[in-house]
């Protein structure tokens, strides 16, 4: 279990160009994203990514809205592909980025 409380064990990075997409997802097939702030359901699309732009550091803590999904950490995040079971990962924000867009 992580120091504050979350259970993620593989770390994902967050800049100016978003969020890390782990490299066996494929954002083609559809995918959700869950940080505490904020639930995003991209759906099926023509190409893939490597980088999500729309989670952004307020997400990861929930800072100035309220809390969506509690059972996830602070700068933790869950990716669920269409079809599969959620994986929690720790969320590295860059000094570069990660900030509100």
Do not use: C, W
């Not at 992580?2 to 997409?21: R, S």
């Not at 933790?76 to 720790?90: A, F, H, I, N, S």
């Amino acid at each position: 279990m992580a120091a504050d409380g979350g259970t993620a064990e593989k770390t994902l990075t967050l800049d100016a160009d978003g969020l890390e997409v782990p490299a066996d997802v494929d954002v083609t097939d559809g995918v959700v994203f869950r940080a505490r702030g904020a639930t995003i359901d991209v759906k099926p699309r023509g190409s893939d990514l490597d980088r999500y732009p729309l989670l952004d550091r307020r997400s990861l803590e929930a800072h100035g809205q309220r809390v969506e999904n509690e059972h996830i950490g602070i700068r933790e995040v869950t990716v669920k592909p269409y079809g599969e079971d959620p994986r929690t990962y720790r969320v590295e924000v860059a000094e570069d980025g990660g900030g509100a867009r």
